[in-house]
């Protein structure tokens, strides 16, 4: 079976894949869930592909056949105790414990980290404002009095 497609999902093979004109993988890409058989080549075309359609695209690997993937990809992540060198240096993140479940613990934590410190910046934003209008009052206050 070399091309296997219906209204919810695609099947490829990386030969038929490779062939596919603009246009054609346009269409495809969005649906495609297997890429059977591909080269690294065909695997960093996807994930141009997909960046050019607006996808965040992460990567996942282990081995050294996804490493311009890796390195093409908005996130790539590379396993710490299975992965090869080739795919550490390629990819932006290491799972130290080769466990997806860290990829999922991690985002949480970035997003509270994230979330704290957009309060901590509306925060500090407030106090220098409010700061600024007090120095700024206070000085022309006492402009009209002096200070004698």
């Known amino acids: 079976m070399r091309y296997l497609h219906s209204w919810r999902?695609?099947?490829?093979?990386?030969?038929?894949?490779?062939?596919?004109?603009?246009?054609?993988?346009?269409e495809v890409v969005p649906r495609l869930q297997v890429l059977a058989r591909s080269s690294p080549e065909d695997k960093k075309i996807l994930v141009e592909k997909l960046k050019s359609l607006g996808e965040i695209v992460g990567v996942t690997d282990d081995g050294t056949n996804k490493g311009p993937a890796l390195k093409t990809a908005n996130v790539g992540f590379s396993m710490g105790i299975a992965g090869t060198e080739v795919a550490k240096e390629a990819s932006d993140i290491i799972l130290t414990d080769d466990n997806f479940s860290s990829i999922v613990s991690a985002i949480v934590w970035g997003r509270c980290i994230n979330d704290s410190v957009r309060k901590f910046l509306q925060f500090q934003i407030t106090v220098i404002n409010a700061s600024i209008f007090v120095t700024l009052l206070s000085a022309i206050g006492w402009g009209r009095k002096g200070l004698y």
Request: net charge negative.
């Open 9 to 26: 999902y695609s099947i490829m093979e990386g030969s038929v894949f490779r062939k596919l004109s603009d246009a054609e993988m346009t």
